[in-house]
């Protein structure tokens, strides 16, 4: 059975930092292009960040480019997101994504269930 399971959510303040961890089982990880996303509320989700398989690449959207940084370990089948100087925009449920293409075609989509990060005074 397929299962990502995202921790290290929580209450920060404005220019704290938190690591948001996803663990992963039930396929093989180290297949997987990884990424994080993140959906305010009334807000389409966004993509925040991505990590290829097996891991060589990293990219992120601009609002965190310098932040935020995205890693994985293969043999711990799990992806983190380190998050510093953090800003009340920040805000939102935060979702674990891992996508394997076959051919250049999306073979498989799977999705955490969030954690939420809070940024406030």
């Known amino acids: 059975q397929v299962q990502l399971v995202e921790s290290g959510g929580g209450l920060v303040q404005p220019g704290g930092s938190l690591r948001l961890s996803c663990a992963a089982s039930?396929?093989?990880?180290?297949?997987?292009?990884m990424s994080w996303y993140r959906q305010a509320p009334g807000k389409e989700r966004e993509l925040v960040a991505i990590?290829?398989?097996?891991?060589?690449?990293?990219n992120y959207a601009d609002s965190v480019k310098g932040r935020f940084t995205i890693s994985r370990d293969n043999a711990k089948d799990t992806v983190y997101l380190q998050m510093n100087s953090l800003k009340p925009e920040d805000t939102a449920v935060y979702y674990c994504?891992?996508?394997?293409?076959?051919?250049?075609?999306?073979?498989?989509?799977?999705w955490g269930q969030g954690t939420q990060v809070t940024v406030s005074s």
């Open positions: 994504n891992a996508v394997f293409h076959y051919l250049g075609v999306k073979a498989n989509d799977y």
């Open positions: 990590i290829t398989s097996p891991g060589g690449n990293t």
């Open positions: 039930g396929f093989t990880f180290s297949r997987y292009a």
